[in-house]
């Protein structure tokens, strides 16, 4: 069996501003280690696949800078969308790719800005993904969740299946704090990792009769798969793809789905409220990057580009310098950045964007 890794490194990580820009978004930033998320995403892989077999799916904008950031990627494994067209189109691209050189191939879509503690146990847990894939399956995995989080959408999982994982039951939206706390009770609920493993020609199975929509369009793709027309018939077809989520588009409606329980200290690394779940904090809880000084702080987070950063008698907040803007917000308003980037665009400041 071949494995083939789809690293998904689209996304504008808005809510990670001011640090994350449109040239720069959140993927391409050390916000977990001394490199960028997508390099550490592609380095986890490392025994898993080889680098022939990776692929990354992004924007015409970032296309360089992934490429350069993941070493020895052939040229043809870089999928840059005309568009963005959410993760579903996304998906249907690299299985036809996939498709085309393996059709029995087994691919893993990974996100490219998640944080993994534990890489082998994620190796093992993907691993063995591959291998219920390989029977059929689509398969998710669920992380087991470490608190009540209303950030992650969630997995009811139902009984084990012969061949390994458990039955889906339902997926669910990003819940309320008291309803987090029951799926914590009642211990049949995962986070969703948005991680998943299938047969290219399963997926492509799914897209037919799920997404029928598609069709027409990705028989265009499938017939100029390795031909020179290739781009100009993705740049016209592409964007006339609907605009929906794999999760929508497939995974609530298949019958084939199975997920793998998850256990390898996974982090979405959602905003700046989550630095301290990949980065050490000192004995007072503060995480700090860059040329700062804090005197009575608790369980801050300080990053600065290049100024000093001076912060005193502050507690559960994030103060971060990117050279050209400064942020300063509670830790538990943290997911409120993104708003910040609204408001950028509603008055037109596209230089801070």
């Not at 969308?81 to 299985?95: F, H, Q, S």
């Not at 018939?233 to 793809?241: D, Y």
């Not at 905003?271 to 608790?298: H, K, M, W, Y």
Request: aromatic share 6%.
């Amino acid at each position: 069996m071949a494995l083939y890794p789809v690293i998904m490194a689209g996304g504008s990580g808005t809510r990670f501003w001011p640090l994350s820009r449109q040239a720069r978004p959140k993927q391409f930033l050390p916000l977990a280690s001394k490199q960028p998320l997508l390099t550490d995403t592609a380095q986890r892989l490392k025994g898993l696949a080889p680098v022939k077999n990776t692929f990354i799916v992004c924007g015409p904008v970032h296309a360089k800078t992934a490429a350069k950031l993941v070493k020895g990627l052939p040229k043809g494994n870089l999928l840059v969308e005309p568009v963005a067209r959410n993760t579903a189109p996304a998906i249907a691209l690299a299985a036809l790719q996939v498709a085309a050189r393996d059709p029995k191939g087994v691919l893993a879509v990974l996100p490219s800005d998640h944080h993994v503690a534990d890489v082998k146990g994620f190796q093992r847990t993907l691993a063995e993904a591959a291998r219920i894939a390989e029977g059929g399956h689509i398969v998710t995995l669920g992380i087991k969740p470490a608190r009540p989080e209303t950030g992650y959408g969630y997995i009811q999982v139902g009984d084990a299946l012969a061949g390994g994982g458990r039955r889906v039951k339902a997926f669910k939206e990003k819940p309320d704090l008291k309803t987090a706390q029951e799926y914590l009770a009642g211990g049949d609920y995962l986070w969703n990792g948005g991680i998943f493993v299938f047969r290219a020609d399963v997926m492509l199975e799914a897209f037919k009769k799920h997404m029928p929509e598609m069709q027409k369009g990705l028989d265009a793709l499938q017939k100029a798969a390795g031909k020179r027309t290739f781009p100009a018939v993705l740049k016209r077809v592409f964007p006339k793809l609907p605009s929906i989520s794999i999760d929508y588009g497939v995974m609530e409606k298949a019958e084939n789905i199975a997920v793998l329980d998850g256990d390898f200290g996974w982090s979405d690394v959602g905003s700046f409220a989550a630095i301290p779940e990949v980065r050490p904090a000192d004995a007072q809880g503060n995480v700090v990057s860059g040329d700062a000084v804090l005197v009575d702080c608790t369980n801050c987070v300080v990053l600065s580009d290049k100024r000093t950063l001076s912060v005193v008698g502050m507690h559960d907040v994030v103060v971060v310098d990117s050279g050209d803007a400064v942020l300063v917000v509670p830790k538990d308003k943290s997911q409120d950045v993104r708003k910040v980037v609204e408001a950028l665009k509603a008055r037109k400041r596209t230089r801070l964007l």
